[in-house]
């Protein structure tokens, strides 16, 4: 049920209201209750499956809603921690010693390629 702005103007996103041309068209449509996007109160805001959400919630940019993202799931007590994988487009765990000599191991391998890159371009430009 997410609204976000694109150029000044607001575009809806999610399955929510994507899923309902009624509920797409109310939550643009001027009367809704819209509030600034902010994860300690989107939490907390019921989520209706009848009718259509009491409020809804915009960010300035996706960006700026990955942002505030981030930074709300640091407030979030855990014995573990998560790392997103571009590779396998899934989400790692990191909740032991072995999980994260796993994951240095990983970046180690990749610095190891960037810089090989580097070396490569520096040698033929001279540098």
């Known amino acids: 049920f997410g609204l976000c702005k694109q150029d000044g103007l607001l575009r809806v996103y999610g ?10 068209k109310y939550s643009l449509s001027g009367n809704a209750k819209i509030k600034p996007f902010d994860p300690k109160v989107t939490c907390k805001q ?5 009718t259509f959400q009491d409020v809804y ?10 942002e505030k993202m981030r ?17 396998t487009q899934t989400v ?5 010693t072995k999980s994260i000599t796993n ?3 990983e970046l180690r391998n990749e ?3 960037i810089s090989d ?8 430009f001279g540098i």
């Open 15 to 24: 399955a929510g209201l994507l899923s309902s041309v009624s509920e797409l």
């Open 92 to 96: 790692d765990v990191l909740k032991d």
């Open 57 to 66: 919630f915009v960010s300035e940019s996706f960006e700026d809603a990955k």
């Open 111 to 113: 610095l190891d390629t």
């Open 71 to 87: 930074e709300f799931a640091k407030t979030i007590k855990r014995p573990f921690s998560v790392r997103y994988n571009p590779y």
């Open 117 to 124: 890159a580097l070396s490569r371009m520096n040698k033929q």
């Open 103 to 105: 994951l240095v191991k």
């Open 46 to 50: 019921e989520c209706l499956i009848t």
